[in-house]
T-cell receptor, first 113, second 112 residues
Framework: DAGITQSPRYKITETGRQVTLMCHQTWSHSYMFWYRQDLGHGLRLIYYSAAADITDKGEVPDGYVVSRSKTENFPLTLESATRSQTSVYFC????????????FGPGTRLTVT | QKEVEQDPGPLSVPEGAIVSLNCTYSNSAFQYFMWYRQYSRKGPELLMYTYSSGNKEDGRFTAQVDKSSKYISLFIRDSQPSDSATYLCAMIESGGYQKVTFGTGTKLQVIP
């Protein structure tokens, strides 16, 4: 299917476990983003990537690691999950810096027990 | 103080009403303004996108930007139950890597 997909859609894990959330887009957009959405905070940027092998921190990067070996994939890893990382995670992509058309995936609902 | 303020609602209106959703902001460098609609358990989808001040219309939706007052609005005419969702405003500064700053969203319910 064309567009941006995320997997898994739902995940329950235990404190201290490593978890990887996957994001895949079929548009060949240069820019990709990871956000978390929490009540009262809205959407907060975790990491972003301008191209394959180019990544940078966003507003709340602590505890997260990203990689981007291929343009279409942008996985997000929680190295040692904490309860404060319970959230809904959204991946997004944008064709370029010009303009604001940013497209979001369906989200991954992560619960850390 | 947050850069972007948005009333969380919920806002309940009868079907057919005109809805006004608003955001205020403090950063005068914001140049691009967007409205996203987010249905429950879905990702945000881009509704409207405007550059600088002025109005933009798309069907039943009108976006307004007043940079002098640091105030943006989204109007929905002839509201439908299918418009029930959370509406997020979002803004981008000129220059830089164009980080998108989001409001926390206003939950709208249109009652049949």
């Amino acid at each position: 299917d064309a567009g941006i997909t995320q997997s898994p859609r739902y995940k329950i894990t235990e404190t201290g476990r490593q978890v990887t959330l996957m994001c895949h887009q079929t548009w060949s957009h240069s820019y990709m983003f990871w956000y978390r959405q929490d009540l009262g905070h809205g959407l907060r940027l975790i990491y972003y990537s301008a191209a394959a092998d180019i990544t940078d921190k966003g507003e709340v990067p602590d505890g997260y690691v990203v990689s981007r070996s291929k343009t279409e994939n942008f996985p997000l890893t929680l190295e040692s999950a904490t309860r404060s990382q319970t959230s809904v995670y959204f991946c997004a992509s944008r064709p370029g810096l010009a303009g604001g058309e940013q497209y979001f995936g369906p989200g991954t609902r992560l619960t850390v027990t | 103080q947050k850069e972007v303020e948005q009333d969380p609602g919920p806002l309940s209106v009868p079907e057919g009403a005109i809805v006004s959703l608003n955001c205020t902001y403090s950063n005068s460098a914001f140049q691009y303004f967007m409205w996203y609609r987010q249905y429950s358990r879905k990702g945000p989808e881009l509704l409207m996108y405007t550059y600088s001040s002025g109005n933009k219309e798309d069907g039943r939706f009108t976006a307004q930007v007043d940079k002098s007052s640091k105030y943006i609005s989204l109007f929905i005419r002839d509201s439908q139950p299918s418009d029930s969702a959370t509406y997020l405003c979002a803004m981008i500064e000129s220059g830089g890597y164009q980080k998108v700053t989001f409001g926390t969203g206003t939950k709208l319910q249109v009652i049949p």
